[in-house]
């Protein structure tokens, strides 16, 4: 029985810690609606140069019985991703910021916020606006696509959207009172 060099252990112990990091801050950037995030940071580089570091530590450790962590990157990088695209880091962003989003609302409401972009939980915030029945919206920055002029922002709606409505493109109800919407 053939024992297994010290090496080729650090590298399973080494890639799925990197794949847990990189997913920390893919999940953290994603609470940015849209998919311009993936840009902001050198995140897809670092998905890049992880796969092909994988990639490589199977290759050379063929000779090798590999670690069950060899299934363990593959599998959070996955659910990362999926989670990513799915609008869950958005959502989960949006729970971790409502009571710091709530005080915004109300500051913005009461007309004492700032103009310009603030960080208000995990959102980077500006352009807040008042809108009739006691609601406010507000861009979030550096949302959106990449490649079109879209980009997302929130509502608080305390009495639900009503027929005149003066937010036409409602994206999805988050909880409460609040709202996701895009514009082009």
Known sequence: MRTVPWAARAVWI???????????VTMTAAATPGVRWLFREPIA??????????????LVSRR?????????TPLIAL??????????CTWAGF???????????????AGTAGEGQKRVGV?????????????????????????????????????GPGDERELDDLVRHLG???????AD
């Open 14 to 24: 080494v890639v799925p810690v990197a794949t847990t990091l990189l997913s920390m």
């Open 45 to 58: 580089l670092g998905w890049l140069l992880l796969f092909c570091a994988w990639l490589t530590a199977i």
């Open 64 to 72: 090798h019985r590999p670690a069950p962590a060899v299934a363990l």
């Open 79 to 88: 659910v990362t991703l999926v989670a990513a695209f799915s609008g869950a």
């Open 95 to 109: 729970k971790l910021s409502e009571a710091a989003l709530n005080d915004y609302a109300h500051a913005v409401a």
């Open 123 to 159: 959102f980077t915030v500006a352009s807040p606006q008042r809108l009739t029945g006691g609601g406010v919206s507000f861009a979030i920055a550096r949302s959106g696509s990449f490649l079109s002029l879209e980009r997302y922002g929130m509502a608080y709606l305390p009495e």
């Open 176 to 182: 409460g009172g609040w709202y996701l919407w895009t």
